[in-house]
Antibody, heavy 116, light 107 residues
Framework: QIQLVQSGPELKKPGESVKISCKAS????????MHWVKQAPGKGLKWMGW????????TYADDFKGRFVFSLEASASTANLQISNLKNEDTATYFC?????????WGQGVMVTVSS | DIQMTQSPSVLSASVGDRVTLNCKAS??????LNWYQQKLGEAPKLLIY???NLQTGIPSRFSGSGSGTDYTLTISSLQPEDVATYFC?????????FGGGTKLELK
């Protein structure tokens, strides 16, 4: 069955960096794009962008240009999200989600807490 | 950017009720509209894609309709397990955007 399994929760200080992983199984990794979605505590969903898993080309929504990097380890069917220079407002759950016409299958989410 | 506005923000209904959730886009999204269900503490789940296509494994009491800027998710007979927040999502124009959500509660 199709599964996206994300790495565990993270507690970081402002200014630090974090890297979240998303391991896919149950389908051919390069056949579908991988999206990233942010959900701040108690808030709605915000689409961050996506990465073409065939070419490796990322596309970022405007609010996520600069400190956010989408990358792949295609041989391991894994997508990664790295956030640098963390700020308090980056505290959120980050989801990876497979899909071409919008996300269909989702990872379980990773809670990233930024606190001094 | 296309703004997606969902209404109502909170809906209380009884088991067995027919429930309608609304989503309005700030411009035509050509039926590229998905609906997601998110239960507390869980990841979102795709219910409906491209306005009216039921995702595999989703009960037939869920249906979607709409065109242009106005879209609807209908639950024909509300069940207790349908308590959740529902989000619409447009994938017609970059950047893709979610609505703010409708929280569905039991009366």
């Amino acid at each position: 069955q199709i599964q996206l399994v994300q790495s565990g929760p993270e507690l970081k200080k402002p200014g630090e960096s974090v890297k979240i992983s998303c391991k896919a199984s149950g389908y051919t990794f390069t056949d579908y794009a991988m999206h990233w979605v942010k959900q701040a505590p108690g808030k709605g969903l915000k689409w961050m962008g996506w990465i073409n898993t065939y070419t490796g080309k990322p596309t970022y929504a405007d609010d996520f240009k600069g400190r956010f990097v989408f990358s792949l380890e295609a041989s391991a069917s894994t997508a990664n999200l790295q956030i640098s220079n963390l700020k308090n407002e980056d505290t959120a759950t980050y989801f990876c989600a497979r899909g071409d016409g919008g996300p269909d299958y989702w990872g379980q989410g990773v809670m990233v807490t930024v606190s001094s | 950017d296309i703004q997606m506005t969902q209404s109502p923000s909170v809906l209380s209904a009884s088991v067995g009720d027919r429930v309608t959730l609304n989503c309005k886009a700030s411009q035509n999204i050509n039926k590229y509209l998905n609906w997601y269900q998110q239960k507390l503490g869980e990841a979102p789940k795709l219910l409906i894609y491209n306005t009216n296509n039921l995702q595999t494994g989703i009960p037939s009491r869920f249906s979607g309709s709409g065109s242009g800027t106005d879209y609807t998710l209908t639950i024909s007979s509300l069940q207790p397990e349908d308590v959740a927040t529902y989000f619409c999502f447009q994938h017609n124009s970059w950047p893709w955007t979610f609505g703010g959500g409708t929280k569905l509660e039991l009366k």
